[in-house]
């Protein structure tokens, strides 16, 4: 089982079921995620001192050199569930703007599909 962090809006766009697909940099132990395995996603940003969280079996993973590899071998609705994110340029625009180009070259991206799980 893991425990990571996922920040605001992406905690409560896969809290509501608006995303199944979390993408981070593949580091750290979230680098050894396998299909089946439970993350317990984290959010203390709620305000007031409170935490929340998400536990979500892994569905299944892919691993990208960069977020360019990605949209070049996956359709746009496998990637992104946004219903205002209707173009992979835009999609491209908003992730590249989450991680710093060095990290993402240094250790690429996973790409996580989850479910919810009680």
Excluded at 33 to 53: A, H, M, Q, R, S
Excluded at 75 to 93: H, M, Q
Excluded at 101 to 117: A, P, R
């Amino acid at each position: 089982m893991y425990e990571k962090h996922l920040e605001n809006p992406l905690f409560n766009w896969a809290n509501n079921d608006i995303i199944n697909v979390i993408n981070k940099l593949n580091c750290g132990n979230i680098s050894k995620i396998l299909p089946g395995d439970t993350i317990i996603w984290v959010n203390n940003d709620c305000g007031y001192g409170k935490t929340k969280y998400i536990k979500t079996k892994v569905v299944h993973i892919k691993k990208y050199k960069n977020f360019e590899e990605m949209f070049k071998k996956e359709k746009l609705k496998d990637i992104v569930s946004l219903n205002f994110i209707n173009t992979k340029k835009k999609a491209l625009e908003l992730l590249n703007n989450n991680y710093k180009k060095s990290l993402i070259n240094k250790y690429g991206i996973i790409s996580i599909k989850i479910k919810k799980i009680s």
